[in-house]
C-alpha cells in the first residue's frame, strides 16, 4: 500500500476526533509557564487543518512544500525552527489514543503508525532541509556583504575574522540540525523503552562527538536507570548499564527542572565524578507535562566545553526523546494488556 493511501485511510480514522485531537496537541505543545496552551491553538488548528485537507486529497508532497516554505519564512523572521520540529514529533504521540479507538485490527493499526512515522520523518526532512538551505543562504549573503565592505586592509581583516566564526557557528548548527534528525530516525520505530536508551545514547553521542553520553530515567522507585555511549577508551566507574540515586549534577538538574551546566567540574560542589578525565558537564532535564522523567547526561574532558547553542540542541533532543519513550511505552502497554486478554 503507498504511503500516500495509507496517509489518506489515517486521516479518514482520525477526522471524526478533530477537536479531541487539536486539544491533546495544543496541551502536548503547552506544558510549562514560558509556553502557555493558548498560545499555541491558532498555529496548532491551522497546521491540523492544512494537514487533513492535503492528505485526504493525496497532496503529501504539496503539505511538505507548504511546510518548507513556513520553515524558510522562520528564518528570515529569525523565529527558531524548533516548535516546527516538536510539533511534528508531538503530533504522532497525540494521534496514537485516537487510532488506538478506532482501528479495528491490529494491523490497521500498525499501518497507521508506520504512515504516521514516515509522514512525521518526511515532514521533519522537509522542515530541517529548508531552514538550513535558508540560513546557508543568509550565510552566502554575509559572505559577500562582508567582501563588498572589506575596501581596506583594517577592515577586510575584521570581516574575515567575523566571517569565520559565522561560519564556524553556522558549521556547528548545522552538525547540530545534523544529529536532531539522526536520533529523530533511529529512535523513532524503537518500541521497547530500555533498547530506545540505548539506541538513544549511541545516536547521540555519536552525531554530536561527545566524549560521553548517558541517557537515563527514574524508574517507579525514583532510582535512575539508563544506558551510556561515549568514545573509544573512555570508561566510566561501572560498566554497562548504569544505575543509582538521582545524585550528582544530574539530580540537580533533576530538581530544577532544568538544564545545568558546570565549565570546570573540580570547581563544582555537586559533580559526581563517574567519568575519569572529565572537566565540563551539561545535563538537560527529560520532561513530560512539567516534571522531571530522567535526563541527558553529556561530559568533556574540555573546559568550558558546552554554550547556550549546546544547551538549546540538547533540549530539542530531550523532547524527541521524550516523545519517543512515551511512543514506546504505550505500545508496551498496549502489548500486555492484548496478552492478558
Not at 566564526?165 to 558549521?171: D, E, F, V
Not at 555519536?206 to 560521553?212: E, L, N, S, T, V
Not at 570546570?264 to 567519568?275: G, S, T
Not at 535526563?295 to 549546546?310: K, V
Amino acid at each position: 500500500m503507498s504511503l500516500a493511501l495509507s496517509l489518506k485511510r489515517t486521516v479518514s480514522r482520525l477526522r471524526p476526533h478533530r477537536d479531541a485531537l487539536l486539544e491533546s496537541w495544543v496541551q502536548a505543545m503547552g506544558v510549562g509557564p514560558e509556553a502557555p496552551a493558548e498560545g499555541w491553538r491558532p498555529f496548532c488548528a491551522a497546521r491540523l487543518d492544512a494537514l487533513f485537507v492535503r492528505l485526504e486529497a493525496g497532496e503529501l508532497e504539496e503539505l511538505l512544500e507548504e511546510e518548507a516554505a513556513a520553515a524558510e519564512e522562520s528564518v528570515r523572521d529569525a523565529v527558531s525552527f524548533n516548535p516546527f520540529a516538536l510539533a511534528i514529533r508531538a503530533f504522532d504521540g497525540c494521534c496514537l489514543p485516537f487510532l488506538l479507538e478506532s482501528c479495528p485490527d491490529k494491523d490497521s493499526l500498525g499501518d497507521a503508525l508506520l504512515a504516521l512515522d514516515e509522514l512525521g520523518n518526511r515532514r521533519l526532512e522537509a522542515v530541517i532541509q529548508a531552514h538550513e538551505e535558508e540560513a546557508q543562504r543568509r550565510v552566502a549573503e554575509a559572505e559577500d556583504q562582508a567582501a563588498q565592505a572589506a575596501e581596506r586592509a583594517r577592515e577586510l581583516a575584521h570581516a574575515n575574522a567575523e566571517l569565520d566564526r559565522a561560519q564556524a557557528r553556522a558549521q556547528r548548527r548545522a552538525d547540530q540540525i545534523a544529529t536532531l534528525v539522526n536520533v529523530a530516525r533511529q529512535i523513532a520505530g524503537v518500541l521497547d523503552p530500555e533498547t530506545l536508551l540505548a539506541e538513544a545514547a549511541q545516536a547521540i553521542q555519536a552525531g554530536a562527538g561527545i566524549r560521553y553520553v548517558a541517557v537515563v530515567v527514574l524508574d517507579h522507585e525514583g532510582v535512575l536507570v539508563g544506558r551510556w555511549a561515549a568514545r573509544s577508551g573512555v570508561d566510566r566507574r561501572g560498566r554497562g548499564r548504569m544505575q543509582g540515586p538521582a545524585g550528582g549534577i544530574i539530580g540537580r538538574a533533576l530538581r530544577k527542572r532544568a538544564p545545568q551546566v558546570s565549565a570546570d567540574v573540580e570547581l563544582d560542589p555537586h559533580y559526581h565524578p563517574d567519568v575519569p578525565g572529565t572537566r565540563s558537564e551539561m545535563v538537560v532535564p527529560l520532561l513530560e507535562e512539567g516534571e522531571a522523567i530522567g535526563a541527558l547526561d553529556f561530559q568533556s574532558d574540555q573546559p568550558g566545553a558546552f554554550d547556550l547553542d549546546d544547551v538549546a540542541a540538547a533540549e530539542a533532543v530531550a523532547d524527541f526523546v521524550v516523545i519517543a519513550l512515551r511512543n514506546a511505552r504505550l505500545v508496551q502497554d498496549l502489548r500486555r494488556s492484548s496478552q492478558r486478554n
